[in-house]
């Protein structure tokens, strides 16, 4: 018995990293769970034992979440599969770092296009089932630099700003429908995204992190199966900081 037993939960980008650790999180509290990546391939098939192990149902598809029309047929697909959708969480998400004046056009667009277009994209998509259904919550994987800004990051963190305008703007619009939407602010977390830190990149963070540590995915998961549980049933609208500290 979990506390999301016969939920239907829908992850954007879970094949690895956070999304992987939040899809398996949701499942071992009874969820059945679904996930997207642009790609499936061998991680894909390792999630979907790991859910199943578990216990629950889930389903891989392959979506692109720069495209509405993919987001719609996703949502469309899960709701024919499980017949209803109970928890939706944008994750996928990309960083294409430089300083402004060598950021070039495509670096700005490609972040947007995925980062930020793909949540309204996902969220668009699945408010006429979640609206039809009087239930429903919403967690979108923002980052603490859409809250401080963050030096060679002016695309991402413009993104991650809007991510959380998006959460709060969908809080007030679904807040009467019984539809509750948060978002969670992680801070550095150990995944491919944050390989790519220079040793020097990575010493300078962790004098600014309080807690000295870089976090695992699953202490992320962690605070989106609070969000996406009973337990969190008077909250929306929130961004929750998971960042050691970092952002007081
Ligand atoms: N790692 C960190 O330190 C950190 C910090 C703050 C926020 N985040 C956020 O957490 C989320 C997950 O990051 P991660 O560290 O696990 O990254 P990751 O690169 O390990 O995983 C991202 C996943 O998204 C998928 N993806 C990329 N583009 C896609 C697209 N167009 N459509 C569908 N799927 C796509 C990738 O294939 C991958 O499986 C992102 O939104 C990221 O911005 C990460």
Redesign the pocket.
């Known amino acids: 018995m979990g506390i999301l037993d016969t939920k239907v939960a829908l992850v954007?980008?879970?094949?690895?990293?956070?999304?992987?650790e939040i899809a398996l999180k949701l499942a071992s509290e009874g969820a059945h769970v679904a996930f997207?990546?642009?790609?499936l391939e061998g991680?894909a098939d390792e999630v979907m034992n790991l859910i199943r192990a578990k216990g629950v149902r889930t389903t891989a598809i392959q979506?692109?979440?720069?495209s509405l029309s993919e987001a719609q047929n996703t949502i469309d697909t899960v709701v024919k599969e499980y017949q209803h959708i109970d928890i939706l969480v944008?994750?996928?998400?990309?960083?294409r770092d430089n300083l402004i004046m060598r950021m070039s056009e495509d670096e700005w667009d490609s972040v947007i296009?995925?980062?930020l277009k793909?949540t309204f994209n996902f969220c668009k998509a699945a408010s006429r089932q979640m609206l039809g259904q009087r239930q429903g919550k919403i967690v979108n994987?923002?980052?603490?630099?859409g809250v401080m800004g963050n030096a060679g990051q002016v695309n991402?963190s413009a993104s991650?700003a809007g991510v959380i305008g998006i959460t709060k703007t969908l809080a007030k619009e679904f807040a009467s429908r019984n539809i509750q939407v948060n978002a969670v602010?992680?801070?550095?977390?150990?995944?491919?995204?944050?390989q790519k830190l220079t040793p020097q990149q990575r010493e300078a963070l962790m004098n600014a992190i309080p807690m000295k540590r870089?976090?695992t995915?699953e202490e992320?998961a962690n605070v989106v199966l609070f969000l996406a549980s009973p337990a969190a049933s008077y909250i929306t609208g929130q961004v929750i900081n998971v960042d050691g500290g970092l952002v007081m």
């Open positions: 954007t980008g879970g094949a690895r990293g956070i999304g992987r997207t990546d642009i790609r991680a979506s692109d979440v720069r944008n994750n996928a998400g990309i960083t296009a995925i980062n793909g994987i923002a980052s603490i630099v991402y991650k602010a992680p801070g550095f977390i150990d995944t491919e995204m944050t870089i976090a995915p992320i």
